[in-house]
Each structure stands twice: as structure tokens, then as C-alpha cells.
């Protein structure tokens, strides 16, 4: 899962603007390893970073 970090319109999702903190992609969206490494680090057009990867931390029982 990726979070958003800097706000973009998605060329790949018919123009969706993704804002800080969105999930990435939306619901019913999906986006190929390319457009992910893309947007993670700054080989883009912008040199900037749009999404981060979410670690999923496993739940510790009481």
C-alpha cells in the first residue's frame, strides 16, 4: 500500500487528483510496478517524490 505525499493529478486514472494522505492507487484502480517506482522516487518529469510505501506492522496480542 502507498500513501500520497505531495498532491497530483493521476494521468493513468482519467485525471484523479490524489491529495496528501490519499491511499494510492484508489479503490478499483490498480498501477503497474513502473507508474510505481515513478511516483516513488524522483524519475518523473518533476524530480520530485509523490507516494511513499506503507509497511504493514503486525498487531502484538496482550
Given amino acids: 500500500m502507498y500513501k500520497v505525499v505531495r498532491r497530483f493529478r493521476e ?3 482519467d485525471g484523479y ?3 496528501v494522505g490519499d491511499d494510492y492507487p484508489k479503490q478499483g484502480e490498480k498501477a503497474t510496478k513502473a507508474r510505481l ?3 516513488s522516487t524522483k524519475n518523473n518529469k518533476y524530480e520530485e ?3 511513499e510505501e506503507v509497511k504493514k506492522v503486525p498487531k502484538v496480542k496482550e
Fill in 49 to 51: 517524490i509523490y507516494i
Fill in 37 to 39: 517506482d515513478e511516483l
Fill in 17 to 19: 487528483v490524489y491529495n
Fill in 11 to 13: 494521468k493513468n486514472h
